[in-house]
C-alpha cells in the first residue's frame, strides 16, 4: 500500500501529539488492518525515560485493545520530522513479528519526503518465539 494523501494529513496532525520533551523526536504511525480499519499512536516520553514508548507500540496496543489479539495488520505507516525515513527500533521489531508478521512497514521523512517500505520479515529474521525449535 503507498502513502495516500489523507494518511500523509493525518500523519503531519499526529506527529503534533507526540510527548517528546526529552528527545524532541516526534513520531507517528497508523496501522491499517485487512479490512481498512486505522489505528493511530504516537510516542509518549515519561520524565522516568523508560516509562516512555515508542508510536508503533501506541498503535499496535490500540489496535489489539480494538480487536484482540486477531487484529491483522497490513500496513504499519510510520512518519518522523526527519530528513532520513526511520525503521523502527528493535523492541517494536519485536512486536511487530509477532501482531503484524505480514505487514508492510512504509516510514516517511516528512522534511524531504523520502518513503523507505520493508516486509516485517525483512526487519526481523528470526525473531524470538517461543515456539522455536530448540534442537535447531
Ligand atoms: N521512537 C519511536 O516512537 N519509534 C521507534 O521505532 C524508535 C524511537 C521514539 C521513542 C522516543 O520517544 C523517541 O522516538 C527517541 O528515541
Given at each position: 500500500?503507498?502513502l ?7 500523519l503531519?496532525?499526529?506527529l ?7 528527545s524532541r523526536f516526534p513520531v507517528a ?26 508510536a ?21 505507516w510510520i512518519a518522523t520530522d526527519t530528513r532520513v525515513a526511520t525503521p523502527p527500533c ?15 512497514v512504509v516510514s516517511w521523512a516528512v522534511e524531504t519526503d523520502v518513503v523507505r517500505r520493508w516486509?516485517?520479515?525483512?526487519l ?13
Amino acid at each position: 500500500m503507498s502513502l495516500p494523501d489523507a494518511v500523509r494529513s493525518e500523519l503531519r496532525a499526529l506527529l503534533t501529539h507526540a510527548r517528546c520533551p526529552y528527545s524532541r523526536f516526534p513520531v507517528a504511525v497508523i496501522i491499517r488492518d485487512s479490512v481498512g480499519t486505522l489505528f493511530r499512536g504516537v510516542n509518549v516520553e515519561s520524565a522516568a525515560f523508560p516509562s516512555g514508548f515508542c508510536a508503533e507500540k501506541a498503535a499496535l496496543g490500540a489496535a489489539v485493545t480494538a480487536l484482540g489479539s486477531g487484529v491483522a495488520p497490513e500496513t504499519v505507516w510510520i512518519a518522523t520530522d526527519t530528513r532520513v525515513a526511520t525503521p523502527p527500533c528493535g523492541s517494536c521489531r519485536q512486536l511487530l513479528s509477532e501482531l503484524a508478521p505480514d505487514a508492510e512497514v512504509v516510514s516517511w521523512a516528512v522534511e524531504t519526503d523520502v518513503v523507505r517500505r520493508w516486509t516485517v520479515a525483512e526487519l526481523m529474521p528470526d525473531a524470538f518465539d517461543f515456539e522455536v525449535d530448540s534442537s535447531e
